[in-house]
């Protein structure tokens, strides 16, 4: 028998696939398909951005005009998908509804090539998430306006408010960001669902499963009722320091990669206070965001992660907490699409091991003489 590897805990520093879709580095850089996401996030828009991660290179302008056209064209979500939403318990968390709403889309959508399927789901993913969401609420599903982008609609349904450019923009920019982080949890989970041959909806569905934890993409939502915990500045030191004395986390801080900077969060962090200054409504939650940011760093020298951002941010521009991570979710599944086909190109199923360290050798006993 060949000899086992070992795998450190959360395979942390274990390579278990080539990709080209992204790369996030130690040294607190992020690339797409080889650009920065700096760059991106100053001057791309979320479609080219998506059609850069799906197909590995920036658009020509006809191209790019035929794919938003595409993504409009798949948008409209099929109604029985929300006849299963809308036997959903109010209380449950929209995570689960819009795992429970994509499942079904899989077992809705039929005699369309894979190429549509994967273009369909990206496309409904905005719909979806609002719409679950209002569902949820009592409210009806959201009508989209022709007349907006895909973006600006996007936090129009979410909102029911129709958003200036900036707001827009802003909420763009944080899309972009979410597009895609190389192999974390569900991008793993996704790509081991697709080494079995099963189809997209279930791997995003399975996807969505790991995005749904607080240590991955629930950490916006969790970052977000933790903020309103602690309430301003003054207060952040010390909840800090008596959190990590209970030797509990700190959400939307740390991260397997960067120990020292998220290049995200900094780009967030910047996009917020622009917005806060846009609004004209103080900059409170900036300030309680950057005390909470060096208390971590004082104490336990952690790095805020994308997700810590998120959170005020979206809530300064009216997004429903429930839906957070949703949207973090409807924006990931464009990298989850790109790792089930850079996974198909050269698969092999996922396997592992694991060294059985349980009894061997027990005698079974029948039911009545136990
Ligand atoms: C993201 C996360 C899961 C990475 O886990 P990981 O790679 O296993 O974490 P690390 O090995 O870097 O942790 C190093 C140390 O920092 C601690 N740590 C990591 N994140 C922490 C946090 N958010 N709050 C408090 N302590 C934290 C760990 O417990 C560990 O402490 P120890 O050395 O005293 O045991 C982890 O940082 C975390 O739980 N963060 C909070 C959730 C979150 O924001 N997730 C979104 C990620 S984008």
């Given at each position: 028998m060949a000899e086992i590897l070992r795998a450190?805990?959360?395979?942390?520093?274990?390579?278990?696939?080539?990709?080209?879709?992204?790369?996030?580095?130690?040294?607190?850089?992020?690339?797409?398909?080889?650009?920065?996401?700096?760059?991106?996030?100053?001057?791309?828009?979320?479609?080219?951005?998506?059609?850069?991660?799906?197909?590995?290179?920036?658009?020509?302008?006809?191209?790019l005009e035929e794919f938003e056209a595409k993504l409009r064209r798949y948008s409209m979500v099929p109604h029985n998908v929300y006849d299963i939403v809308r036997a959903i318990p109010n209380e449950a968390h929209q995570m689960d509804v819009l795992r429970t709403a994509v499942s079904g889309l899989g077992a809705t959508e039929g005699g369309i090539s894979s190429e549509e399927q994967e273009l369909s789901i990206i496309a409904q993913m905005p719909a979806l998430v609002a719409n679950c969401y209002r569902l949820n609420q009592g409210m009806e599903p959201a009508e989209p306006d022709a007349s907006l982008s895909l973006?600006?609609?996007?936090?129009?349904?979410?909102?029911?408010?129709?958003?200036?450019?900036?707001?827009?923009?802003?909420?763009?920019?944080?899309?972009?960001?979410?597009?895609?982080?190389?192999?974390?949890?569900?991008?793993?989970?996704?790509?081991?669902?697709?080494?079995?041959l099963a189809d997209i909806y279930s791997a995003c569905t399975a996807g969505l499963a790991a995005l749904k934890g607080p240590l991955h993409g629930g950490a916006n939502e969790a970052a977000m009722q933790m903020l309103l915990k602690i309430g301003s500045a003054g207060n952040a030191r010390s909840y800090v320091q008596e959190t990590l004395a209970k030797r509990e986390k700190i959400m939307g801080f740390g991260h397997r990669i960067y120990k020292t900077v998220d290049p995200r969060s900094q780009l967030a962090k910047k996009l917020l206070k622009?917005?806060?200054?846009?609004?004209?409504?103080?900059?409170?939650?900036?300030?309680?965001?950057?005390?909470?940011?060096?208390?971590?760093?004082?104490?336990?020298?952690?790095?805020?992660?994308?997700?810590?951002?998120?959170?005020?941010?979206?809530?300064?521009?009216?997004?429903?907490?429930?839906?957070?991570?949703?949207?973090f979710a409807s924006s990931r599944t464009v990298g989850w699409v790109a790792h089930y086909n850079e996974q198909l190109m050269?698969?092999?199923?996922?396997?592992?091991?694991?060294?059985?360290?349980?009894?061997?050798?027990?005698?079974?006993?029948?039911?009545?003489?136990?």
């Open positions: 450190p805990k959360g395979l942390d520093g274990v390579a278990v696939a080539d990709t080209t879709i992204a790369k996030s580095d130690t040294d607190g850089t992020l690339i797409y398909r080889g650009y920065a996401i700096k760059d991106l996030f100053e001057k791309s828009t979320f479609e080219e951005s998506t059609y850069l991660i799906l197909y590995g290179r920036l658009p020509t302008k006809g191209e973006c600006a609609n996007y936090l129009y349904m979410l909102t029911g408010k129709k958003p200036s450019s900036f707001e827009a923009w802003t909420f763009e920019r944080m899309l972009i960001l979410y597009l895609e982080h190389d192999l974390n949890a569900s991008a793993f989970t996704v790509r081991v669902v697709a080494s079995t622009e917005l806060l200054e846009k609004q004209g409504k103080g900059l409170e939650s900036y300030k309680l965001c950057e005390a909470v940011e060096n208390a971590v760093w004082e104490f336990k020298r952690l790095p805020s992660n994308v997700d810590f951002y998120a959170a005020p941010i979206f809530m300064t521009l009216g997004i429903p907490i429930e839906t957070f991570t949703p949207i050269d698969n092999r199923i996922y396997r592992p091991d694991a060294i059985y360290i349980g009894n061997k050798g027990l005698n079974y006993v029948p039911l009545d003489e136990r």
